[in-house]
């Protein structure tokens, strides 16, 4: 069945970088759009990010723009969230996602924490 | 603020018949699918409805989407207990600044 692990949150000083993985299994990874998605602690759920199957064609959203880079390795069946300039709003749960059915994600992982405080 | 509005709360008795509704405009609902996530407390989100009114292999029947011009529905019928939880709606917004993924603020639903 779908699987997706995200790893690499923790926490981390107002400027600084985080890289986050998640590790894809059950379906064929380089098939697919991915996206990342996030949840701030109470909030609701926020699009962050999205690539094409083949990585071609990425999206951001605007709060995200310029600080993020979303990528994907076909070959080790993995996305990946590289965030710099981290501020305290982007403290949240950050999921990733595959677009299996259709136009939008479906299954989710569990999701990895990132909280940013000094 | 989100894009797409839907109601903070809901709520029912078990049996009864809730809607829960998604409003957006011809940028969102009104040319791309809409989907609805159920989330239960403490856990990853759960894909309900895709395409409007799909539903994904496992999701009971008593779970219905329905779509009409700029607004989406979500149905639930023989309401549970086990259907509290909170339910977002999402769909894609053809934005002049770049296509996005929309999600609404959520609607927490209460079962009496």
């Known amino acids: 069945q779908v699987q997706l692990v995200e790893s690499g949150g923790g926490l981390v000083k107002p400027g600084g970088s985080l890289r986050l993985s998640c590790a894809a299994s059950g379906f064929t990874f380089s098939d697919y759009y991915m996206s990342w998605i996030r949840q701030a602690p109470g909030k609701g759920l926020e699009w962050v990010s999205y690539i094409s199957s083949s990585g071609s064609t990425i999206y951001y959203a605007d709060s995200v723009k310029g600080r993020f880079t979303i990528s994907r390795d076909n070959a080790k069946n993995s996305l990946y969230l590289q965030m710099n300039s981290l501020r305290a709003e982007d403290t949240a749960v950050y999921y990733c996602?595959?677009?299996?059915?259709?136009?939008?994600?479906?299954?989710w992982g569990q999701g990895t924490l990132v909280t940013v405080s000094s | 603020q989100s894009v797409l509005t839907q109601p903070p709360s809901a709520s029912g008795t078990p049996g009864q018949r809730v809607t829960i509704s998604c409003s957006g405009s011809s940028s969102n609902i009104g040319s791309n699918y809409v989907y609805w996530y159920q989330q239960l407390p403490g856990t990853a989100p759960k894909l309900l409805i895709y395409r409007n009114n799909q539903r994904p292999s496992g999701v009971p029947d008593r779970f219905s989407g329905s779509k009409s011009g700029t607004s989406a529905s979500l149905a639930i019928s023989g309401l549970r207990s086990e259907d509290e939880a909170d339910y977002y709606c999402a769909a894609w917004d053809d934005s002049l600044s770049g296509p996005y993924v929309v999600f609404g603020g959520g609607t927490k639903l209460t079962v009496l």
């Open positions: 996602a595959p677009h299996l059915l259709g136009a939008l994600p479906d299954y």
